[in-house]
């Protein structure tokens, strides 16, 4: 069975203008029909009204409201699904695995860290061209937030709905965000692979190398993307700094040692994030040096726009109106 959608359901909304329409016309008819009516009187009113023809007013009433409700459906665009289509890209699959630690809240890169991140995410999910996207969030814990696909609009919302509060926030561990990212990708291929771990590099467990060796074993390539100062800042929390548990402000430090061992030894690179956006750049010009692949993406209807016709018969019900009169066959006087 064909499903029935619609481009613009927002104009459905004015079907709810057709009762009152359509009440406010047989109102006004019923009124005319009274007045002539109340004006003439008896035998008078069956001389001077009776070239008015109830029997054809009411139908043309009738074909101006079907055609206005006509009409409205067409401007909401009806599409009906007339066939599977099958659409090959060429690409790789990309893993972006999100540090959504407490460390992440940090303002030392404006507005702050995890908002950056979020920045920089968006506008390499926006500049990906057949590549499928996964999201990955993570702290000692590790969740797929949007597994593969090239739906980038839903990617992006899943990207805007990741935040420090969706996980437990009791340490990092990289090591597991690695693990999470491994299982997105397919255990047939040994290549077509890339994960991008955006940190800012603290960690709290052990099993890197291990999780590293993995990925590459697995045909993936590990890029690391480092957010912070190595300064070190406070944490906000509040309205303070977050404390130990003696009291004392913690201070987060961006961690380049670990970004960059992962990044060695899963064959990619490790980028600063700085200011702008350049790191994004690099990244996109060593995804262009990688093999791509050609795959199937998921069979998906295709829809045939079906207004053309109900905007012909709004059209036709119109053209009939007009030449519909309101006169019924002459009376003897």
């Keep these: 069975m064909e499903r029935l959608k619609f481009f613009k359901p927002e104009y459905l909304n004015l079907l709810w203008l057709v009762l009152p ?17 109340d004006f003439t009187g008896g035998p008078l009113e069956q001389k001077l009204a009776g070239s008015v023809s109830r029997k054809k007013m009411i139908p043309k009433k009738i074909i101006q409201t079907a055609a206005f409700t006509i009409l409205i459906i067409a401007l909401a665009g009806p599409q009906i699904g007339s066939k599977l289509v099958t659409v090959k890209r060429q690409g790789i699959d990309i893993v972006v695995a999100i540090d959504l630690s407490r460390s992440m809240q940090a303002e030392d890169i404006a507005p702050s860290r995890l908002k950056k991140t979020k920045h920089e995410v968006q506008n390499f999910i926006n500049g990906l061209e057949g590549d499928r996207i ?31 509060s969706l996980l437990p926030q009791d340490g990092t561990s990289l090591a597991e965000a690695l693990r999470i990212s491994g299982s997105v990708f397919s255990g047939e291929e040994k290549k077509h692979k890339l994960v991008v771990l955006i ?5 709290h467990e052990e099993g890197i190398e291990n999780e590293v060796k993995k990925l590459k074993d697995g045909g993936a390539v590990v890029y690391t993307i480092g957010i912070g100062s190595p300064e070190g800042v406070p944490i ?64 998906f209807k295709d829809y045939d726009h079906r207004f053309q016709l109900l905007i012909f018969l709004s059209l036709l019900l119109f053209f009939t109106d007009l030449f519909i009169g309101e006169k019924g066959k002459e009376r003897a006087a």
């Design 21 to 37: 329409s359509a009440v406010l016309l047989f109102t006004s008819l019923r009124k005319r029909l009274r007045n002539i009516k």
């Design 199 to 203: 940190s800012d590099g603290e960690d």
């Design 236 to 299: 906000p929390s509040g309205n303070g700094f977050l404390k130990d548990s003696e009291g004392n402000t913690v201070i987060t430090k961006l961690n380049e040692i670990n970004l960059k061992k992962i990044a060695m030894e899963g064959n990619g690179n490790y980028y600063y994030s700085s200011v702008g956006d350049t790191e994004l750049k690099e990244i996109f010009s060593d995804i262009s040096r990688l093999e791509k692949k050609e795959f199937d993406e998921k069979v």
């Design 134 to 164: 996964a999201l990955v969030g993570f702290t000692s814990k590790a969740f797929i937030q949007c597994p593969l696909t090239i739906d980038y609009d839903a990617a992006l919302m899943f990207l805007d709905m990741m935040d420090t």
